[in-house]
């Protein structure tokens, strides 16, 4: 946390290396996040450059007021939902209606690779609802706080938790058959 | 099945060529950011200072007193082909001022206290002192020290307290507080280093040492006591002066452990922009302290009547016959400066009127903490009057005690006091 406050403060005032550092630091985490959260991983890789894009074009006038991960885990969650809300629209409308990308920067090759364990996972979370993904991939992974997480769904605290007892419920008894003991 | 655990420990590998990739183009936006923004950067990087009264210089950062102290511990050359530190000296040396921003983060029982992390801009001018701000991240001033070479003090500020400190300093004669950093680096120099080797920092070739040293700060004129100081200084390979330093300390110093339960605390700076060659104007280093801040003081200091009288009697010996318009201290170093501000030289006799009336200042302060009803007629009183009442309080109920314009003192009845103030 100590050295997250210090790494934006350089940041904010121009730093390349703690760039490189946050970047290093909270890369796998926040593509592990959108890859869990969207079944496409091509989605997710866009999902996680945009919100680095967006973190680095703000930089100057940022203020970190909670934690980094946290923070950079609710973009995330948030440009993941947008992304899933325009593709689901795209079923019904024309592409000319669907949301902008920040950026059209062309990577080479696939970014993520997904290893045995994490594909059954992404499988299994596809055939959750989508609030209860959110709230176990968040709550796991993201290590965001229930409360943190009701206020992104707009939702009671509550709530959230029962999405994460059910999502987790329903993930053991897929998985169960899936994972050996 | 633990499925959190197992949710947990789901991982996944990135491609390593796409990571670079990546990361070259969000440090090419960086870049571009930084070109195209350059001034709002400024702007909001300095809003502070932006948007305070002292405006006339467009000056950076900070941090006198690490990068002086680490100077002061250089012995000699470097190294052949590296920086020879004894250059970084004196160039900073040569400098008539400078400044320079750093980030301070205080650490107790490894918890950092949010309140207290602050941005700090100091100034530092060989001519009239050291200026230091301290803001919270919400921009508030949560202190202000100004170590004042005129005036032998330095003064430190706590408005969350409402209150200040004021410590003499250590030379004994005045005309020392006008030294040149190269002249406090001789006395230093003693002190020992590692070198740090070179690396980049923001697209600039630096090289470093560290210096660790328990009494990096002993006998400074900072009012801060440090229990252990570790300061890794980084220096511009090509214009040999201090480009950042990063210090990591430990204090005991009841100034910052009366916000942590009198529990010791780590102290974390990162100090960089420094701005070299800068002009400070004198408003810079004017006190700025509101009227009803009270004086911190601790079991040493003396509220002693008789050593408030003898201060008075000490400062109209060295004013002629007058008394301080206010036993407020900041009033009363105000004061003073104006007329060392005039003076050609320095005024010793200012320093040492402002010395004299601490223990008065300490005595008035404590009889109106305690509701005695003092009234302090200095401004309209002189030691040439008569009868004249320069200071009351009450002692009883009907009683009070009095000292007159000649400083002998009297327990008089409140109907004799207002005899006396009504001849006034």
């Not at chain 1, 080479?108 to 709230?135: H, K, M, N, T, V």
């Not at chain 2, 070259?24 to 932006?50: C, F, G, P, Y």
């Not at chain 2, 050593?307 to 008394?323: H, P, R, S």
Request: proline fraction near 3%.
């Amino acid at each position: 946390m100590l050295e997250d406050r210090l790494l934006v403060w350089r940041l904010r005032r121009g730093s390349r290396d703690a760039l490189r550092r946050i970047y290093e630091k909270y890369r796998d985490d926040m593509l592990r996040i959108a890859a869990g959260l969207l079944s496409q991983t091509n989605s997710a890789e866009d999902v996680v450059h945009d919100v680095f894009l967006n973190f680095v074009r703000s930089a100057a006038s940022f203020e970190l007021t909670g934690s980094l991960k946290g923070y950079l885990t609710t973009c995330v969650a948030n440009r993941a939902r947008n992304v899933l809300r325009s593709q689901n629209r795209q079923r019904t409308v024309s592409l000319d209606d669907t949301d902008p990308v920040v950026s059209d920067f062309k990577r080479p090759d696939q970014w993520i690779i997904c290893g045995e364990q994490f594909s059954l996972l992404s499988s299994a979370l596809a055939q959750l609802p989508y609030e209860q993904r959110e709230a176990v991939i968040l709550h796991i992974q993201g290590d965001m706080k229930f409360r943190d997480i009701a206020k992104m769904q707009e939702t009671s605290t509550k709530t959230v938790q029962s999405r994460y007892r059910y999502g987790t419920t329903k993930l053991r008894s897929i998985l169960d058959g899936e994972v050996p003991k | 099945m633990n499925i959190k655990r197992w949710i947990k420990n789901a991982k996944i590998k990135t491609n390593p060529h796409v990571n670079q990739v990546v990361l070259n183009n969000l440090l090419n936006t960086l870049d571009k950011s930084k070109s195209e923004h350059s001034a709002d950067v400024q702007l909001s990087v300095w809003r502070i200072i932006m948007s305070s009264k002292i405006t006339k210089f467009a000056v950076a950062a900070i941090i006198i007193i690490a990068v002086y102290v680490g100077i002061n511990q250089f012995g000699g050359l470097f190294s052949d082909a590296g920086v020879v530190w004894a250059e970084v000296a004196d160039k900073i040396d040569l400098m008539p001022a400078f400044t320079h921003r750093s980030k301070r983060i205080i650490i107790c029982d490894g918890k950092e206290i949010p309140s207290l992390t602050s941005d700090v801009v100091t100034y530092y001018s060989p001519e009239y002192g050291i200026r230091e701000d301290a803001r919270n991240q919400s921009g508030r001033l949560i202190h202000q020290v100004y170590i004042l070479w005129r005036e032998g003090l330095s003064v430190t500020i706590q408005p969350a307290l409402r209150q200040y400190k004021t410590v003499e300093l250590a030379a004994p004669d005045v005309e020392q507080f006008r030294i040149t950093l190269k002249q406090l680096i001789q006395p230093l120099r003693s002190g020992q280093y590692t070198e740090l080797g070179s690396k980049i920092i923001d697209g600039v070739e630096v090289e470093g040492v560290e210096i660790s040293d328990p009494c990096l700060f002993a006998g400074s004129i900072y009012p801060i006591k440090f229990d252990s100081v570790v300061i890794r200084l980084w220096v511009d390979v090509r214009t040999s002066l201090p480009f950042r330093a990063d210090a990591d300390s430990v204090t005991s110093d009841k100034y910052i452990t009366v916000f942590t339960g009198g529990k010791p605390a780590e102290v974390k700076a990162v100090m960089d922009e420094f701005q070299w060659d800068v002009q400070l104007d004198q408003g810079i280093f004017e006190l700025n302290v509101p009227d009803d801040f009270t004086l911190m003081t601790d079991e040493t200091d003396s509220r002693d009547e008789g050593k408030a009288v003898l201060g008075l009697q000490n400062f109209a010996q060295l004013t002629g016959g007058k008394y301080p318009g206010s036993l407020n201290l900041i009033a009363v170093i105000k004061e003073s400066h104006e007329r060392i501000k005039n003076a050609d030289g320095i005024n010793i006799a200012g320093c040492k009127a402002i010395k004299a009336l601490r223990p008065a200042c300490l005595f008035y302060g404590e009889l109106v903490k305690q509701n005695k009803d003092v009234v302090y007629n200095g401004s309209a009183v002189t030691a040439e009057d008569t009868d004249a009442v320069l200071m009351r309080w009450k002692i009883a109920d009907n009683e009070y005690r009095v000292i007159f314009s000649d400083l002998a003192a009297e327990n008089v009845s409140a109907e004799r006091l207002a005899e006396l103030e009504k001849r006034q």
